[in-house]
């Protein structure tokens, strides 16, 4: 069997990102896989701009971006399996993949970085009643249709959903010539974020309607129309307010899904709130030596904090493979349901510490604090959060080596 120190599976920005890290602390054992026919992952299909602010200060496209990480992995003459997908992965690092050169064939490594990004949630998964006609599909598709292969899904359009993907498809249809009816969102606040909302929708006049969702579809072969309706506080279909709406084109934007089939395998449990598995602040998992970063770890809106969490990766997993790696004791990180989750969602080195985390809805006036046991250790104030705009908060050094070793909580009161 081939061995290896370090594999890493998927090629977005997460994977190639680890890669770079790991290189730069040592490793030269190492192999990307991804299944694709090119490096870049999602961003390879994401051709407006806005990438890259935080990361490098210039306004890039998706490929741009892509590349500018693509180029670090060359100039690095870091070893690449493309068109190869990893089937399987053990507890015990060995990882089966295959393609159509190699066939069938096996690496047991050292460590492992996960890196395989998420996918869209189908039609399937919404139980919306009606046909099954073509011109049903998700956002991401239409938009590698529009982008990569230079072909329009349709020229009459319903968006079900407003996560970025859907009002970032929503302005991409109507630039390409096709007459956007409506954007329709299930809960009362839009799943995207607020700049995206304003340049995607309201610069292009494309109404925006809230607790509302399609109920019916109507097409033999190809879709003809669907019937949207306003919904109660528990999300049912208000009688009164459906409304038919012609259309040939229904692109679902209703939320991402982790790829952690390859994380069940290994025998890792997800945590049920991000569909990632658990890490601590290397981004180890429960399995010594198995890494998780970027979408597969949690869905990031923004590109930029892919690079830097899956960076820490692949410096950590260079450490374990040098041997240099002692973890304290646990600390859990919980939360209280209105922050629904942080990532990490443990603690085990006393370094500085950045928690990602999300809420659970639109809250105004916010204090966002951190107990350890009941004394309060950090607090932040914020006039708005919003379930669309990931948030993190640091606790520095200093505080971190006070910690008594109890669970850490983290909470928000919610002002007037
Ligand atoms: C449709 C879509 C549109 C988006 N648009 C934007 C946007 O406009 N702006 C923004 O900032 N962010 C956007 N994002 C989010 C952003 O692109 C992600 O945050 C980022 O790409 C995540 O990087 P990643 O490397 O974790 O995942 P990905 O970019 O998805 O890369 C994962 C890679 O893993 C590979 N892979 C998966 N499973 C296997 C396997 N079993 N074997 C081998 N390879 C495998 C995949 O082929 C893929 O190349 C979008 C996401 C999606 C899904």
């Known amino acids: ?30 192999l990307i896989i991804e299944r694709d026919v090119k490096l870049g992952g999602i961003l390879r299909q994401c051709i407006h701009n806005g990438f890259g602010l935080h990361r490098f200060g210039e306004e890039l496209s998706g490929p741009e971006y892509a590349y500018r990480y693509e180029k670090m992995v060359a100039e690095r003459e870091i070893p690449v399996k493309l068109n190869t997908m990893v089937l399987d992965i053990t507890s015990d690092k060995v990882i089966t993949a295959t393609n159509s050169t190699d066939g069938v064939f096996q690496i047991k490594a050292k460590a492992v970085i996960l890196a395989m990004g998420c996918r869209e949630r189908p039609r399937g998964a919404l139980a919306i009643s009606g046909t099954r006609p073509a011109g049903i599909l998700t956002a991401g598709t239409a938009q590698k249709l529009v982008n990569m292969k ?5 020229k009459n359009v319903v968006i079900l959903g407003s996560g970025d993907i859907g009002l970032i498809m929503a302005r991409r249809m109507t630039l390409e010539g096709a007459k956007v009816h409506a954007v329709c969102e299930l809960m009362p606040y839009s799943g995207g974020l607020a700049r995206n909302i304003e340049q995607c ?41 459906f409304r038919r709406i012609e259309c040939d084109t229904l692109l679902l934007s209703v939320g991402l899904i982790p790829e952690n089939e390859l994380t069940k395998q290994a025998g890792l449990t997800l945590s049920p709130v991000t569909n990632g598995a658990p890490v601590d602040q290397d981004r ?68 500085e510490a950045r928690l990602f985390f999300r809420v659970a809805n639109i809250f105004r006036n916010v204090r966002i604090f951190v107990k350890d046991g009941e004394n309060e250790i950090f607090s932040l104030k914020k006039i708005k959060v919003a379930p669309g705009e990931m948030e993190s908060i640091t606790l520095k050094k200093e505080v971190m080596e006070k910690l008594s070793g109890g669970e850490l909580y983290i909470g928000m009161e919610v002002g007037e």
Do not use: W
């Open 1 to 30: 069997m081939i061995t290896k120190e370090l594999v890493i599976i998927g090629g977005g920005p997460a994977g190639m990102s680890a890669a770079v890290a790991a290189f730069d602390a040592g490793v030269r054992d190492l």
């Open 150 to 154: 230079g072909c329009m899904p349709g």
């Open 201 to 241: 929708l309201h610069d292009f006049d494309i109404p925006l309607y809230l607790s509302t969702t399609v109920v019916g579809i109507e097409g033999k072969e190809h879709l003809e129309a669907v019937t949207v309706a306003q919904v109660d506080d528990k999300r049912r279909p208000i009688p009164g307010t």
């Open 284 to 351: 180890m998992t429960d399995i010594e030596g198995i890494y998780s970063c970027g979408n597969v770890l949690h869905v990031h809106d923004l590109v930029d904090y892919v690079p830097e969490e899956a960076a820490i990766a692949g410096k950590s997993a260079a450490a374990y493979i040098k041997g240099d790696y002692s973890p304290a004791e646990a600390i859990p990180v919980k939360t209280d349901g209105k922050v629904r989750y942080t990532v990490p969602q443990k603690l085990t080195t006393r370094d």
